[in-house]
């Protein structure tokens, strides 16, 4: 399947494992419905998320570690991953397939889908990822991408280098972004950083401008740090109210309405989105 290399993202390393450590087969961290994801994704039945194993970028706050960088999890044939598809659409009723960092594994979740597709089986997909993807990518994987769950992180390459080791994040994720709006349903999900709140309103202040301040956006205050970042300033903090008061202004001037703004308060760790609090369900794969 990967004979002739990985470039399935912006890394286009070539070979596997490549940069992000991932091999021949997909390797899932946990999987079940999840309710924590944004009201339309979420739905009244959760969200059928499936967390990959590795993820294409390296945050020094990553919360995920264990599974995004250090790689735990377990492999699953495309027999396995069709069979987990199947249980959250037949058993869970869940609202839709949710592939959290899908993008290692595209192949494989492309044979699954359309296996089931052949039972008759189908749900609404979701692309929730960081962002830092090919356009050629999705375009290629364009059934997995009903609705792209994207971040906006930087809007500095500076930041993106130091921070996530993402060379090319800025213009990358940018594309992404205008691909799925033209494309695709779109949310795009603003982490407020600490010490880089200003890259957020860059980021608004480019959305409404070169796509358009229709797109959902959710702007999300709940940054932790955690893993490297306790040791690498402005890293090593939460983020003021003063910071995130001034992204969440900002995508009020720019006219943004349709979205969600959680409470400042609400800023303690608040892991839901993350997948930390998913409900056990089925979703132990890999934490036994
Ligand atoms: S994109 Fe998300 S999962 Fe990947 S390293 Fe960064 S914080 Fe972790
Ligand atoms: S998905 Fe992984 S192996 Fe493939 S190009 Fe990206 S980092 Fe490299």
């Not at 959250?88 to 609202?95: F, G, I, M, N, T």
């Not at 494989?108 to 089986?121: D, P, Q, T, V």
């Not at 940054?223 to 300033?233: G, I």
């Not at 001037?253 to 308060?265: A, K, S």
Request: charged share 25%; with cysteine.
């Amino acid at each position: 399947m990967f004979s002739s290399g990985c470039e399935l993202c912006p890394r286009r390393c070539g070979k596997r494992p490549g940069f992000c450590g991932a091999g021949t087969l997909p390797r899932l961290f946990r999987w079940g419905p999840h309710f924590g994801e944004e009201p339309p994704i979420a739905g009244e039945k959760g969200s059928g998320c499936i967390f990959f194993s590795r993820c294409t970028m390296k945050c020094l706050y990553c919360q995920n570690s264990p599974w995004s960088w250090k790689g735990e999890g377990k492999d699953v044939s495309v027999e396995e991953l069709s069979s987990i598809m199947r249980t959250l659409a037949l058993e869970d009723k869940v609202e839709n397939w949710n592939f959290v960092s899908p993008t290692p594994y595209l192949p494989f979740i492309r044979e699954s889908y359309a296996s089931l597709k052949k039972e008759g089986i189908t749900l609404p997909t979701v692309w929730n990822s960081s962002g830092y993807e090919r356009v050629e990518t999705l375009q290629e994987y364009s059934e997995l991408c009903d609705t792209a769950l994207f971040d906006l992180r930087y809007s500095r390459e500076e930041t993106a280098v130091k921070a996530s080791a993402a060379p090319g994040y800025v213009e990358m994720s940018r594309a992404a972004v205008k691909w799925a709006w033209e494309n695709a349903g779109l949310i795009v999900r603003i982490l407020v950083l600490p010490g880089h709140a200003e890259e957020a309103v860059e980021n608004l202040k480019w959305l409404a401008k070169e796509v358009s301040n229709e797109v959902p956006v959710s702007i999300m205050s709940q940054y932790t740090p955690a893993y490297a970042a306790l040791k690498t300033p402005p890293f090593d903090r939460s983020v003021t109210k003063e910071e995130y008061e001034s992204v969440a202004d900002a995508a009020s001037d720019l006219g943004f309405e349709c979205g969600w703004v959680q409470g400042y308060e609400s800023s303690s760790p608040d892991l839901a989105l993350l997948g930390e609090n998913m409900t056990p369900g089925h979703g132990a794969v890999g934490q036994v």
